[in-house]
Structures are given as structure tokens and as C-alpha cells.
Nanobody, 127 residues
Framework: QVQLVESGGGSVQAGGSLRLSCAGS????????MGWFRQAPGKEREGVAG???????SYADSVKGRFTISKDNAANTLYLQMNSLKPEDTAMYYC?????????????????????WGQGTQVTVSS
């Protein structure tokens, strides 16, 4: 059974940094594309960053140059390093495993292609 557990969220001031972790079990991360998503109150869940099985990455325009996705296949753990945080980054952050889509569509980081969502970790950025 696939399980994902996010951690590392918290409250920071604008300009600060956080590193999110997503510990996985029940699957081998090296064989899957994985992603980070976020959802703010009253808004739809949006893709933030994705990484494929070869380590290629994709980012939403809103976080390019500030966020970095990475994974440790040996530890089955996904990371999201978030720098230069802004108040608009405030949201619940989730990790997930990609289970559908074409060979190229993973770059769109579309939630409809992902499953096995974790419980989320809250990130709050104050101005």
C-alpha cells in the first residue's frame, strides 16, 4: 500500500526558507514521476514542481528560481527546497505519485495525473 507523509512546513516571514520532505513507502520512487502541489483556502490545487524518474524537473512559473525539487531514491524521499518565500506561497502543500498521463505531460504537473496524496503540511508566510 502506497503511503506518503509530508513534513517540514511551518510559519516564516517573507524572504525566508523552508524545506519540505515527503517520505514514501509501498513503492519505489526511482521508477515514478512525483510532484509537489499546494492548495490555498478557496483555491484549486495547483502543481508546484515535478520530477521524473530520470531526475528531470519542471516548475510552475510562480516558483521558478525560488523552489527546487529533488529526491533521494535510496531513502524513498522527495524534497522541496523553498527560498525567497512570499505571502502568496501560503498554502497546504502535498506530495503525490504520478500514475497517469503521456510521456511528456508530466511537465504540466497536473493534479489529475497524480494519486496517493499525503495528508499535507501547512506553509504560512507572513509579510
Amino acid at each position: 500500500q502506497v503511503q506518503l507523509v509530508e513534513s517540514g512546513g511551518g510559519s516564516v516571514q517573507a524572504g525566508g526558507s523552508l524545506r519540505l520532505s515527503c517520505a514514501g513507502s509501498g513503492y519505489t520512487s526511482s521508477g515514478y514521476c512525483m510532484g509537489w502541489f499546494r492548495q490555498a483556502p478557496g483555491k484549486e490545487r495547483e502543481g508546484v514542481a515535478g520530477i521524473d524518474s530520470d531526475g528531470h524537473t519542471s516548475y510552475a512559473d510562480s516558483v521558478k528560481g525560488r523552489f527546487t525539487i529533488s529526491k533521494d531514491n535510496a531513502a524513498n524521499t522527495l524534497y522541496l527546497q523553498m527560498n525567497s518565500l512570499k505571502p502568496e506561497d501560503t498554502a497546504m502543500y502535498y506530495c503525490a505519485v504520478r500514475v497517469a498521463g503521456t510521456a511528456d505531460s508530466w511537465r504540466r504537473i497536473s493534479a489529475s495525473e497524480y494519486a496517493y496524496w499525503g495528508q499535507g503540511t501547512q506553509v504560512t508566510v507572513s509579510s
